[in-house]
T-cell receptor
């Protein structure tokens, strides 16, 4: 069965500092991997996705993620966070198309001035 | 990618009543997925709805409590039946589109009093 682990429940980062959110997955085949962001009271917004090809994926809002098959990881990074990045971040794995998405438990990001 | 219109966006309901949530997609899709997000939690898949057949429910979810209809390739409904305060959650529909990833509705924020 597929699963996603986000080991950090809550991360606090100073504005302007770099960020890395961890995600590990378990999947029997080549995974489709996603990062979503959810601001308070808002819906889910797709930050980026990985299906194949270049293992370093660029997304919106200056985010990037790197797929490492040997480590079963898909960590999200941003070189310099902004106060508006404070939100809940979800990593998800699926097979695409007609298969379900499985979400991690989420990481809540707090930005301090 | 597809655009999903989900209604209602929010509702406050009395315990013991039922609420039907609708999702309309602007293109034909084979599978639609229904998720629940309890307060402060991640997204959990309720069921997968395929047009022309009964929905497939995940462990812990039953048809009597969450009946789903999928009358055509662009529309689905989820009913939350005999509601209790524990059903207070955000409910989201989603469609998968191969390499385009997954699109989510804006969610229905349900409060049961």
């Amino acid at each position: 069965a597929q699963s996603v682990t986000q080991p950090d429940i809550h991360i606090t980062v100073s504005e302007g500092a770099s960020l890395e959110l961890r995600c590990n997955y378990s999947y029997g085949a080549t995974p489709y991997l996603f990062w979503y962001v959810q601001s308070p009271g808002q819906g889910l917004q797709l930050l980026l996705k990985y299906f194949s090809g270049d293992t370093l994926v660029q997304g919106i809002k200056g985010f990037e993620a790197e797929f490492k098959r040997s480590q079963s990881s898909f960590n999200l990074r941003k070189p310099s966070v902004h106060w508006s990045d404070a939100a809940e971040y979800f990593c998800a794995v699926g097979a695409g198309g007609n298969e379900k998405l499985t979400f991690g438990t989420g990481t809540r990001l707090t930005i301090i001035p | 990618s597809a655009v999903i219109s989900q209604k209602p966006s929010r509702d406050i309901c009395q315990r013991g009543t039922s609420l039907t949530i609708q999702c309309q997609v602007d293109s034909q899709v084979t599978m639609m997925f229904w998720y629940r997000q309890q307060p402060g939690q991640s997204l959990t898949l309720i069921a997968t709805a395929n047009q022309g057949s009964e929905a497939t429910y995940e462990s812990g979810f039953v048809i009597d409590k969450f009946p789903i209809s999928r009358p055509n390739l662009t529309f689905s409904t989820l009913t939350v039946s005999n509601m209790s305060p524990e059903d207070s959650s955000i409910y989201l529909c989603s469609v998968g589109q191969g390499s385009s990833g997954y699109t989510f509705g804006s969610g229905t924020r349900l409060t049961v009093v």
